[in-house]
């Protein structure tokens, strides 16, 4: 029953009010623009990674994370991407990974706005968990915690912060 730490959009910097929220969390999930190793390496240090690049994210953060993340937690199938839209907007690839891969919970950031919406027509969760960098139009920063327990995500917790 793992505790999930979500968040995206860092572009190279991590509150440190975010750590202290993920204290619990077994590992941390990132949806993209992680901006710099560094924030990457501290990430990892902190709790397992799981990571996708995201469009600002250079060579470096490329080579050493995947565009797409499809893995399993628990009795649910995760579909983690950077850009990849809502339910009823998703972007094209996001579209198409979704109906090959059937997750039951589908991860993206790049709008940098926190959602948190169900998708009827595919049958998963979609998060995504706003920008928790300090670089953005966004006026807060945002991430989520929450748990799997076999096929139920649960215990979803937001964490807000104005910039």
């Known amino acids: 029953m ?5 968040l995206s959009d ?3 910097s991590v509150h440190p009010r975010i750590l202290n929220f993920f204290s ?11 901006g710099n190793v560094a924030t990457a390496e501290s990430l990892a ?12 994210d250079g060579n470096e953060l490329r080579l050493a994370y995947p565009r797409n993340q499809i893995f399993n937690c628990e009795g649910i199938k995760v579909l983690m991407t950077h850009i990849g ?3 009823g907007r998703y972007e094209k690839e996001a579209r198409e990974l979704i109906v090959s891969e059937q997750p039951g919970l589908f991860i993206s950031g790049h709008s940098h706005i926190l959602k948190v919406i169900y998708d009827k027509k595919n049958s998963l969760l979609h998060i995504n ?21 076999g096929k139920d995500i649960r215990d979803l917790e937001v964490f807000e912060k104005q910039r």
């Not at 793992?2 to 979500?6: A, D, K, V, Y």
């Not at 240090?45 to 600002?56: R, S, T």
């Not at 968990?129 to 327990?149: D, K, L, M, Q």
């Open 2 to 6: 793992p505790r999930i730490g979500l």
């Open 10 to 12: 860092t572009h190279g």
């Open 24 to 34: 619990n969390c077994d590992e941390i999930w990132h949806a993209g623009d992680i």
């Open 45 to 56: 240090a902190f709790k397992p990674l799981k990571a996708v690049y995201g469009n600002i």
């Open 85 to 87: 839209g809502y339910p």
């Open 129 to 149: 968990p706003g920008a928790a960098g300090n670089s953005g139009f966004h006026t807060a920063i945002t991430c989520v915690r929450f748990v799997i327990e």
